[in-house]
């Protein structure tokens, strides 16, 4: 079973509006971290947002914020006020108990649209 | 946050040869991990690169397709050796910073390497 689900290959969404970014995951950890990541074309990863699983409050970095639904075992990223700039891969992934290796989603690319 | 670089940021090779990345952070880290993105894919973990010790790689890599050294906190090799198209991919070194931020990986810019 795939550890991380993104369901969505594509978004689209027009400049300044909100857009969210879908991801399940999958574990029997009662600790582990869930990570954004945004890939432009030039190939880095830039580090957007982390959730904690013993974290009470969603996350939330500027305009970047997650929606982490524990139960559903989700955690969505909401991208406010949505910028040219934004258009980019985006990774969901997953670190598990005590382990350094990050698990990896499939990605969304997402195109903002003016 | 670290400052990453890596060399070179591109390379077009032959198969059968081998080429040397290079990654580099501008302060000392704990953890340095290298990743591998082959095209259109997610990323994979290829090993994790350890101070003084032999690297500790995930399944399907073995050393002696992907040598690794790390002879101090703050630099790491990764060499993809006896080349073949298959082995095309974007190249991540990452870095952890138990003092800046526990538990966070942070991306160099990447080695995209084609091989003819």
């Known amino acids: 079973a795939q550890k991380i689900t993104q369901t969505q290959p594509g978004m689209f969404v027009q400049e300044k509006e909100a857009v969210t970014l879908d991801c399940t995951y999958d574990t029997s950890d009662q600790s582990y971290g869930l990570f954004w990541y945004k890939q432009p074309s030039s190939g880095e990863m830039i580090f957007l947002i982390y959730?904690?699983?013993?974290?009470?409050q969603n996350a939330t970095e500027g305009r970047y914020s997650l929606n982490f639904q524990k139960a559903r075992k989700s955690a969505n990223l909401v991208i406010s006020a949505s910028q040219l700039g934004d258009s980019a891969m985006y990774f969901c992934?997953?670190?598990?108990?005590?382990?350094?290796?990050?698990?990896f989603g499939t990605g969304t690319r997402l195109q903002v649209f003016p | 946050s670290a400052v990453i670089s890596q060399k070179p940021s591109r390379d077009i090779c032959q198969r059968g040869t081998s080429l040397t990345i290079q990654c580099q952070v501008d302060?000392?880290?704990?953890?340095m991990f290298w990743y591998r993105q082959q095209p259109g894919q997610s990323l994979t973990l290829i090993a994790t690169?350890?101070?003084?010790?032999?690297?500790?790689?995930e399944s399907g890599f073995v050393i002696d397709k992907f040598p690794i050294s790390r002879p101090n906190l703050t630099f790491s090799t990764l060499t993809v050796s006896n080349m073949s198209p298959e082995d095309s991919s974007i190249y991540l070194c990452?870095?952890?910073?138990?003092?800046?931020?526990?538990?966070?990986?942070?991306f160099g810019p990447g080695t995209r390497l084609t091989v003819l």
């Open positions: 990452s870095v952890e910073e138990f003092l800046v931020r526990r538990d966070t990986q942070y």
């Open positions: 992934a997953m670190r598990e108990g005590d382990t350094d290796k990050l698990i």
């Open positions: 690169a350890n101070q003084g010790s032999e690297a500790t790689y």
């Open positions: 302060s000392q880290v704990t953890m």
């Open positions: 959730q904690g699983s013993y974290d009470e």
